[in-house]
């Protein structure tokens, strides 16, 4: 009996061990995956020499690629004095590129006198063809005397294009007299032909007795031939005896 008991707490000695190992040796698993994700704390105590060596210099190398692309969990305290120099040329380098493609992500502070005087001369510049075109922002204050004048000229002229062409930013208040009656003239004639047409907006009041006349006669002339075609905006109570003849039956044999 003694000797199955020996036996008996021998093999569960075997087993606590084992186990002990197995729960051991998780520990580890996770604490090195801890270590590796960077996610929680990471036990280096756990860690073997060689697995703390390359944690340690996994950090160091994702800590410089986080301040190299300038993002927020860059930590310049775990530089060596050669990677500091290094990412703050990369940080120099990103905010003189914004400044010239992007100049309202533009970080002044970060430019020397130099590159800010060179940046402002890219601002005039740009400021000057957005004034010029129309497009973008314009800052009337950048532009010198001769400069406005001649953006003052450029949008006077656009205005009047936008006139005759009928697009609805036309302004007709800077207009001079003689460009009025022009611009009225052009909006006239390409009412009278919406309205003789049927296509586009026809405004009726703009029409003088003549005009009307014009329209009524394109009117009956456009039901005529829509009736012969078989159109289905045909309108046969408009058309004339000789326009409509009536059907005549034809005789029997």
């Given at each position: 009996?003694?000797?199955?008991?020996?036996i008996?707490?021998?093999a569960?000695?075997?087993?606590?061990t084992?186990?002990f190992?197995?729960?051991?040796?998780n520990?580890k698993?996770?604490?090195?995956e801890?270590?590796?994700?960077?996610?929680?704390?990471?036990?280096?105590?756990?860690?073997?020499?060689m697995?703390?060596?390359?944690?340690?210099?996994?950090?160091?190398?994702?800590?410089l690629?986080?301040?190299?692309?300038?993002?927020?969990d860059?930590?310049?305290?775990?530089?060596?004095?050669?990677?500091s120099h290094?990412?703050?040329?990369?940080?120099?380098?990103d905010?003189?590129?914004?400044?010239?493609?992007?100049?309202?992500?533009?970080?002044?502070?970060?430019?020397t006198?130099d590159?800010?005087?060179?940046?402002a001369?890219?601002?005039?510049?740009?400021?000057?063809?957005?004034?010029?075109?129309g497009?973008?922002?314009?800052?009337?204050s950048?532009?010198s005397?001769d400069q406005l004048?001649?953006?003052?000229?450029?949008?006077?002229?656009r205005?009047?294009?936008?006139?005759?062409?009928g697009?609805?930013?036309c302004d007709p208040?800077?207009?001079?007299p003689?460009?009025?009656e022009?611009?009225?003239?052009?909006?006239?004639?390409?009412n009278l032909?919406a309205?003789?047409?049927?296509e586009?907006?026809?405004?009726?009041?703009?029409?003088?007795?003549?005009?009307?006349e014009q329209?009524r006669?394109?009117?009956r002339?456009?039901?005529?031939?829509?009736?012969?075609?078989?159109?289905?905006?045909?309108?046969?109570?408009?058309?004339?005896a000789h326009?409509?003849?009536?059907?005549?039956?034809?005789?029997?044999?």
């Amino acid at each position: 009996m003694r000797y199955f008991a020996a036996i008996f707490l021998l093999a569960m000695g075997i087993a606590s061990t084992r186990a002990f190992s197995q729960s051991e040796f998780n520990s580890k698993q996770e604490n090195l995956e801890t270590c590796f994700d960077g996610i929680g704390t990471c036990n280096h105590a756990m860690l073997t020499t060689m697995q703390a060596t390359e944690i340690t210099k996994l950090k160091h190398d994702q800590n410089l690629l986080s301040c190299l692309n300038g993002t927020s969990d860059c930590d310049r305290s775990l530089l060596t004095p050669a990677e500091s120099h290094e990412s703050a040329q990369v940080t120099h380098w990103d905010a003189l590129f914004s400044c010239e493609t992007m100049p309202v992500l533009c970080d002044r502070s970060l430019l020397t006198p130099d590159e800010a005087k060179k940046i402002a001369k890219i601002e005039r510049i740009q400021n000057l063809a957005n004034c010029e075109t129309g497009s973008g922002d314009c800052d009337r204050s950048l532009l010198s005397s001769d400069q406005l004048a001649e953006i003052m000229g450029l949008e006077r002229e656009r205005n009047l294009l936008a006139c005759e062409s009928g697009d609805e930013i036309c302004d007709p208040s800077p207009l001079t007299p003689l460009q009025t009656e022009t611009v009225s003239g052009i909006k006239r004639e390409r009412n009278l032909l919406a309205c003789k047409t049927g296509e586009g907006v026809c405004d009726n009041s703009l029409l003088d007795p003549a005009d009307e006349e014009q329209v009524r006669e394109a009117n009956r002339d456009r039901n005529e031939l829509a009736c012969q075609v078989g159109d289905y905006s045909c309108d046969r109570s408009l058309l004339t005896a000789h326009q409509n003849p009536p059907k005549v039956s034809r005789p029997t044999s």
